[in-house]
């Protein structure tokens, strides 16, 4: 199994260590939910290193990821920002999801998912040997040139990072959400995965563990895999291999919002998704019944079967929540059946943000 | 692991005590609890209801999964224990003080073929 360079400050904290896509993650430290009251009240840390950075670099890397990704890459001008987008297969379905970071004109920073990670970078370089463009491609996970990623988010977290790394404050201070900034070896980005405040700071893998020290120093919990799912799904986020994968299109997961069918340019699936339009919608499910909503459960509603893509106990609510595929006319408001171990339960569809910066929204 | 001596044990990790009136208490052994994780809902039998040794009785979900207890016994159901709906946390708090269910066993034969401290230790280690 693949281990992360914080791996032993996870044990001596006492983390219950999972395998996660072949890595040896934390689940937790002791309490998972104690953990997402963390994030939400104040302050937690997640390693997220086992996520690859990729950079994309060369005359050529807009253009590349200008007909590779479902987003427009165009998007990105200012230097800095950061774009969230699916990279489609050519029936459209999802390989994967990523945010792309625009470090410099032709310098642009992917970060993947880990368990899809080899798949990508195959596709990825296949592609560009493909179009026949100017463009290097290189995975900074091994090596000297390797990085470590850690999350901190929460009200108190940028507070956190600036007593952790004070010489970042004056540049990470200044950002707007969806943005980022290098600072010497560090980059500092203002996005996440929780529907909180906060950083997702990528470095050298050697300078992690002090980075990781400094910031239990200056009191951000630190936070396993289990409250990272169930904050992002408060968050209505989607957990890529279950809330859509490569047998499913974007327009039915929720995520057409991310992807660009106006602008003239070709990409990869824009074909496939114009001959085949949104068959489903994607929306929450707010269990008025006592139980805990799963993946996979079936829905009934009123115009027909869906199916629950991911759903847990929200700690923020004190209910069950999920995210569904439900037929096309299902609408906010709705009532309907989800067989929860052959029974059936009542649950009201909502929208699929339930939390939002400390706040409840549905 | 905190593996109670006064207590016997099944190979599903349930404990049951055996109580003055001879009715069995049950639970979830510390093991158990610690696998699942933060408990969110517990359905407990009913009051009256008849179970078979091996049936499911009651259902445990953590935040991440969902988990059938058994009864370790033969028995009709005399009490279940009602805060836990509403605090289950209490399971992962202290494993033996929340128990889940009482029974008036059918055949006290039956506690023969529980396991002791000692044995269950041996099958939490092999796990």
């Known amino acids: ?362 | 692991m905190n593996i109670p001596t006064d207590l016997k044990y099944t190979r599903s990790h349930e404990w049951v005590r055996i109580e003055a009136d001879g009715a069995i208490s049950v639970g979830i052994t510390d093991h158990a609890q610690e696998l699942l994780g933060d408990l969110v809902f517990i359905e407990l039998p009913e009051p009256g209801r008849e179970l078979a040794a091996g049936q499911e009785a009651a259902v445990v979900e953590s935040v991440k999964a969902a988990a059938d207890v058994y009864s370790p016994l033969s028995g009709s159901v005399i009490e279940n224990n009602a805060v836990l709906a509403d605090s289950p946390e209490l399971v992962n708090q202290d494993a033996y003080a929340a128990w889940l269910f009482r029974i008036r066993p059918a055949s006290v034969a039956e506690l023969d073929g529980l396991l002791d401290a000692a044995a269950y230790q041996e099958i939490v280690a092999a796990a």
């Open chain 1, 1 to 362: 199994m693949q281990k992360t360079v914080l791996n032993e400050e996870h044990r001596r904290s006492g983390a219950r260590m999972v395998d996660f896509a072949g890595w040896e993650m934390p689940l937790h430290y002791g309490s998972q939910i104690e953990e997402h009251h963390a994030v939400r009240r104040d302050a937690g840390m997640f390693d997220v290193s086992h996520m690859c950075a990729v950079d994309v670099a060369g005359d050529d890397a807009r253009a590349f990821l200008r007909r590779l990704l479902a987003n427009n890459v165009d998007r990105l001008q200012l230097p800095g920002k950061a774009l969230y987008s699916t990279m489609l297969n050519e029936a459209g379905g999802v390989i994967d999801d990523l945010i792309v970071y625009h470090l410099g004109e032709e310098d642009f920073r992917i970060v993947i998912n880990a368990a899809t990670a080899a798949n990508d970078l195959r596709w990825m370089t296949a592609r560009r040997d493909e179009w026949g463009l100017a463009v290097t491609i290189s995975a900074r996970r091994e090596g000297a040139d390797a990085l470590a990623m850690i999350a901190v988010q929460g009200p108190q977290a940028r507070q956190k990072v600036w007593q952790a790394l004070p010489e970042c404050q004056p540049a990470s201070a200044a950002l707007q959400p969806f943005f980022a900034a290098t600072v010497g070896e560090h980059l500092i980005a203002r996005t996440g995965y929780t529907g909180e405040d906060g950083y997702e700071i990528t470095l050298p893998a050697a300078q992690a563990v002090r980075l990781w020290q400094r910031l239990a120093e200056a009191g951000a919990r630190p936070c396993g895999l289990g409250a990272r799912d169930t904050l992002r799904l408060e968050a209505g986020m989607n957990l890529y291999g279950q809330d859509m994968d490569e047998s499913v299109s974007p327009l039915d997961a929720g995520l057409a919002w991310t992807v660009d069918l106006a602008a003239p340019r070709d990409f990869v699936g824009k074909a496939a998704l114009l001959a085949k339009p949104q068959q489903h919608r994607f929306l929450g499910l707010l269990l008025l019944d006592r139980g805990v909503l799963r993946a996979h459960q079936r829905v009934d509603s009123a115009h027909g079967p869906g199916e629950i893509t991911s759903g847990s106990f929200s700690p923020t609510l004190q209910q069950s929540i999920a995210l569904a595929r439900l037929p096309l006319p299902a609408a906010v408001g709705d009532v309907v059946q989800v067989s929860v171990r052959d029974r059936p339960l009542a649950a009201r569809v909502v929208k699929p943000c339930f939390v939002r910066n400390g706040s409840i929204l549905v």
